[in-house]
């Protein structure tokens, strides 16, 4: 790991459940590592694969798509097409010769504050272990 590389990681969150979820670790002050940034989306599975694909190219060094727990989705099956779209997605990432497990799928409820805090910072802190993604720029500070 480069000794000032500091991860930079997109979430997207379901609205109803996993963005409650980080809404209640903010809120609760739970200390978590400032190197992500949250969208927030209706359904994980309106997360599209090209979203998490041109995030990877533009130089994101992870990608965490969180959303309700199987059988809870607000949308009925949302979040098994999501599941399967991030199993196919993980496969594609290997043909590109980045590591799959820059890619995360989650299942975090609204009243899961707690699991949200830990899950970011286990994934920070595997990111970090990873080291900057091969497609990120060099030189260049996007904050």
Same mark, same amino acid.
């Given at each position: 790991?480069?000794? *000032?590389? #500091?991860?930079?990681? +997109?979430?997207?969150?379901?609205?109803?459940? /996993?963005?409650?979820?980080?809404?209640?670790?903010?809120? /609760?002050?739970?200390?978590? &590592?400032?190197?992500?940034?949250?969208?927030?989306?209706?359904? /994980?599975?309106?997360? @599209?694969?090209?979203? !998490?694909?041109?995030?990877?190219? &533009?130089?994101? @060094?992870? !990608?965490?798509?969180?959303?309700?727990? %199987?059988?809870?989705?607000?949308?009925?099956?949302?979040?098994?097409?999501?599941?399967? #779209? !991030?199993?196919?997605?993980?496969?594609? +990432? =290997? $043909?590109?010769?980045?590591?799959? &497990?820059?890619?995360?799928?989650?299942?975090?409820?609204?009243?899961?504050?707690? &699991?949200? $805090? =830990?899950?970011? *910072?286990?994934? !920070? @802190? =595997?990111?970090?272990?990873?080291?900057? /993604? %091969?497609?990120?720029?060099?030189?260049? =500070?996007?904050?």
């Amino acid at each position: 790991m480069e000794e *000032n590389f #500091r991860p930079r990681i +997109l979430v997207f969150c379901c609205n109803w459940c /996993s963005y409650a979820g980080a809404d209640l670790a903010g809120v /609760s002050r739970l200390q978590m &590592k400032p190197y992500f940034r949250v969208i927030r989306t209706m359904c /994980s599975a309106r997360v @599209d694969p090209e979203f !998490i694909l041109r995030a990877l190219k &533009k130089g994101a @060094d992870g !990608i965490l798509v969180a959303g309700c727990h %199987p059988g809870d989705c607000h949308y009925i099956g949302g979040n098994y097409r999501t599941r399967r #779209r !991030i199993a196919l997605l993980k496969l594609m +990432l =290997q $043909q590109f010769g980045l590591n799959p &497990k820059r890619l995360r799928l989650e299942w975090i409820s609204a009243g899961e504050g707690g &699991k949200f $805090q =830990q899950t970011m *910072n286990e994934f !920070i @802190d =595997q990111i970090a272990t990873l080291g900057p /993604s %091969p497609y990120r720029e060099t030189g260049r =500070q996007n904050g």
